[in-house]
C-alpha cells in the first residue's frame, strides 16, 4: 500500500509544473505549490495539458460527447435489466437501471464537443436520447425525464491504440506516470490504481504498508431505505431525523448535517452524498433548506455557497446584503461627521 501521510487538496488547479531535474518537481496551483519527487497525472480530460507541462507532447485526445437523461422512478418497473440496442463509432442506444432505482436513458448520436467544458444539453439531442429508448422501450415519454446531462470522453490518443488506456512512465521526465484513460474507466478503476502503485514502487518511491488500514468505510443510517419501525427509532434518539428535508429522496435534516460534517461544501456535495435533489422536482422543495443548511455550518452569507465550486454561486444577491449595504452607506464617516 502506498504510505499513508497524505493529505488532500480541493480547488487546487494546476497551473503549470516545472522540472528542476528527474524526480524533482515543482508543481504550481494558484494558492500555492509544492515539491514532489513523483507526479501521478490522472487529470482525465486534461491528461494531454499536464503531459505537455512535463515535455510530453505525444498524447493527444479525441474527444466526443454524448447526451443522457435520467427517468423518473415511477418509470422504473419498464426495465429491470441493461438494454442495448444499436451501437457504434458514432452512437449509442442505451437504457439501464441505476444503483439508486431511476433509470438512464443515451447517449445518442456522439458529437464533437467545442471545447472540454463544453457539457450542453440541447433540445435537438435529448428528443434524439428519448426517441431512441422509445424504440427500446415505447412506453417511455419525455414527461418522465427529470434532468438530462452531457458527458465528454476521450475515444483515443496518439500514444497508444485508438480507444485503449494508456498507462506509462514519462519519456521526458522520470517520475512522472500518465494515466490517459478511455470508456468504462469506472470499472478499471481499481487495478489501475494497483497497477500505478506497482509503478510508483519500481521507479523508487517507498512504500509502506499502513498496520491499521481499515477496508472498510463507514457510512450512516439512510432515512429513506430503513423500515417504519427503524425510522421511529431514529426519530427517537434524534429529533432531526424527523424533519423531512427532500421529500422526493426521503432526506432527513440529520443526514443533511452528517453529510456536512463530513466534509461536503457545495450543493452537489451534498447531492452526491444524501441525494437530496435528485428526485423528480430536482431540488425545487429541498434547494433552499440546503442551501441555509450549508450556509449555516460555514457561517457565511447564503450568497457564498456555490452548486459546485468557484463560479457557481446560487444566489447571486440577497435582500438582506441589500439592507446591509444600506446601513453601511448611513453609517460613513461623511454621515456620522453630521
Known amino acids: 500500500m502506498l504510505q499513508h501521510n497524505s493529505s488532500l487538496h480541493l480547488n487546487a488547479a494546476v497551473t503549470g509544473i516545472r522540472k528542476n531535474r528527474d524526480f524533482d518537481f515543482l508543481v504550481m496551483t494558484p494558492g500555492r505549490s509544492y515539491r514532489t519527487r513523483f507526479v501521478v497525472n490522472a487529470s482525465g480530460l486534461f491528461v494531454d495539458d499536464i503531459a505537455r507541462m512535463v515535455g510530453d507532447e505525444d ?13 423518473d422512478k415511477a418509470v422504473s418497473p419498464l426495465a429491470r435489466n441493461m438494454i442495448y440496442g444499436t451501437f457504434g463509432k458514432d452512437h449509442s ?28 444539453v440541447t433540445a435537438e439531442s435529448l428528443k434524439e436520447v428519448v ?15 427529470i434532468t438530462a446531462f452531457a458527458g465528454i470522453r476521450s475515444d483515443n490518443t496518439k500514444a497508444s491504440a485508438p480507444g485503449d488506456f494508456f ?48 477496508e472498510k468505510r463507514n457510512g450512516w443510517v439512510r432515512f429513506g ?20 428535508v427532500c421529500r422526493c429522496e426521503k432526506v432527513t435534516e440529520a443526514e443533511i448535517r452528517e453529510a456536512i460534517a463530513r466534509g461536503a461544501d457545495t450543493m452537489d456535495a451534498v447531492k ?67
Open 93 to 120: 442506444q442505451l437504457i439501464t437501471p441505476t444503483a439508486h432505482g431511476n433509470l438512464l436513458i443515451g447517449l445518442g448520436t456522439f458529437i464533437k464537443p467545442e471545447d472540454k467544458t463544453d457539457t450542453r
Open 167 to 214: 498507462i506509462e512512465h514519462s519519456e521526458h521526465s522520470p517520475g512522472v506516470i500518465h494515466a490517459a484513460i478511455g470508456s468504462p474507466g469506472l470499472t478499471a478503476a481499481p487495478a489501475i490504481a494497483e497497477l500505478i502503485v506497482r509503478m510508483l514502487g519500481e521507479a523508487g518511491l517507498r512504500l509502506e504498508e499502513k498496520k491499521d488500514f481499515q
Open 59 to 71: 498524447i493527444q485526445l479525441v474527444l466526443t460527447k454524448g447526451t443522457m437523461a435520467i427517468l
Open 131 to 145: 426517441q431512441m429508448a422509445r424504440g427500446l422501450v415505447p412506453a417511455i415519454s419525455d414527461k418522465d425525464v
Open 272 to 338: 452526491h452524498l444524501t441525494r437530496a435533489g435528485m428526485g423528480r422536482c430536482q431540488g425545487g422543495f429541498c434547494g433552499i433548506s440546503v442551501l441555509n443548511h450549508l450556509a449555516r455550518q460555514f457561517g457565511v452569507p447564503p450568497s457564498r455557497i456555490t452548486k459546485q465550486g468557484e463560479g457557481s454561486y446560487q444566489v447571486v444577491e440577497s435582500r438582506r446584503g441589500r439592507m446591509a449595504d444600506s446601513r453601511k452607506a448611513m453609517t460613513s464617516p461623511e454621515k456620522e461627521r453630521r
Open 225 to 244: 431505505t430503513s423500515s417504519q419501525e427503524e425510522r421511529q427509532v431514529l426519530i427517537d434518539s434524534n429529533s432531526q431525523y424527523g424533519h423531512m
